[in-house]
């Protein structure tokens, strides 16, 4: 275990077994729809690789990035597109791929611009899901897992762009970020 991690959630075959129900139940749900996978940058990166090859059916991949402006303590919720969609979505069903929700904020604008485009239908997948009080509701259709409302990295998840090639999802030790802003509540970096 790297020595910044304090407590291992979810190990690589925890993560890869719930990837596997995940996109069998997707398969289920989406059969014979032109299904759009629109992921999340840069955060859900191997999440999207590794549940796109567990949804046995066509479908296509496409990546947004989108960054959120706020102070130190809290997301705002105005947010720019830094990346966006290749093409029109309007005969697509869409299902955004998501690594963690946390205060729900950026989720809840990406959700506002993609409805705006007018798709089939629009669905949420997240891997990790936190236990805390959201500052918007924004209905998620496939959780991996739920999670206590602490600092977690690896499995594409970073801090300061570090830990994103951890193979498991671990709770970063206070000590790493200590003497700087609490880590979820930076947001003006990407939302990633
Ligand atoms: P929010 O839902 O608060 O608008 O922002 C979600 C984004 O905050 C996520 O996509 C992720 O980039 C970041 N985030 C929130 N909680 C965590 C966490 O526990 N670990 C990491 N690495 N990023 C987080
Ligand atoms: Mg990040
Ligand atoms: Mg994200």
Do not use: W
């Amino acid at each position: 275990m790297h020595q910044d991690i304090s407590e291992i959630l979810f190990s690589e075959e925890h993560i890869k077994a719930k990837v596997q129900e995940l996109g069998k139940q997707i398969t289920e749900d989406f059969q014979g729809k032109h299904l759009l996978l629109l992921g999340t940058l840069k955060g859900a990166v191997p999440f999207i690789a590794d549940l796109a090859r567990a949804i046995d059916m066509p479908l296509e991949l496409d990546y947004m990035a989108i960054s959120s402006y706020g102070n130190s303590t809290q997301s705002s919720g105005i947010v720019r597109i830094l990346k966006d969609l290749e093409g029109p979505i309007d005969n697509k069903h869409i299902l955004i791929i998501e690594d963690i929700i946390d205060s729900g904020l950026t989720l809840s604008y990406l959700v506002d611009v993609i409805r705006r485009r007018n798709p089939l239908s629009l669905s949420i997948c997240t891997l990790l899901y936190k236990e805390r009080k959201r500052m918007k509701e924004v209905p998620v259709n496939y959780i991996g897992f739920t999670i206590p409302d602490k600092f977690v990295v690896g499995y594409g998840l970073d801090y300061a762009q570090y830990y994103r090639n951890l193979p498991y999802v671990g709770i970063l030790k206070p000590s790493v970020y200590e003497g700087e802003s609490e880590p979820e509540q930076q947001h003006a970096s990407p939302a990633e």
